[in-house]
């Protein structure tokens, strides 16, 4: 079955930085565009980071331009968020999204950026 398990979330202090990962498994991995999204807890789920099924374009919220950045290794089939100068607000659940065909959604990891 379609399998996409997030690692990498804990707790860190602003400023810091933290890397996910997301293992797919169950389909063919690189045909598919790949995102990262996030929720807090009275907000809408938030698209972060998208990346294209061969690595050659992402895509990236405002507010993480420039600190986040997306990618892939399709010979691991694990999509990677490098999340640097973290801030509090950046603090919440963060999934893994495979794009068509799939349309298929992790469990989350817990981010929490706090003092």
């Known amino acids: 079955q379609v399998q996409l398990v997030e690692s990498g979330g804990g707790l860190v202090q602003p400023g810091g930085s933290l890397r996910l990962s997301c293992a797919a498994s169950?389909?063919?991995?690189?045909?598919?565009?790949m995102s990262w999204y996030r929720q807090t807890p009275g907000k809408e789920r938030e698209l972060v980071a998208t990346?294209?099924?061969?690595?050659?374009?992402?895509n990236y919220a405002d507010s993480v331009k420039g600190r986040f950045t997306i990618s892939r290794d399709n010979a691991k089939n694990t999509v990677y968020l490098q999340m640097n100068s973290l801030k509090p607000e950046d603090t919440g659940v963060y999934y893994c999204?495979?794009?068509?065909?799939?349309?298929?959604w992790g469990q989350g990891t817990q981010v929490t950026v706090s003092s």
């Open positions: 990346i294209t099924s061969a690595g050659g374009s992402t």
């Open positions: 169950g389909f063919t991995f690189s045909m598919n565009a």
């Open positions: 999204y495979a794009h068509r065909p799939q349309r298929a």
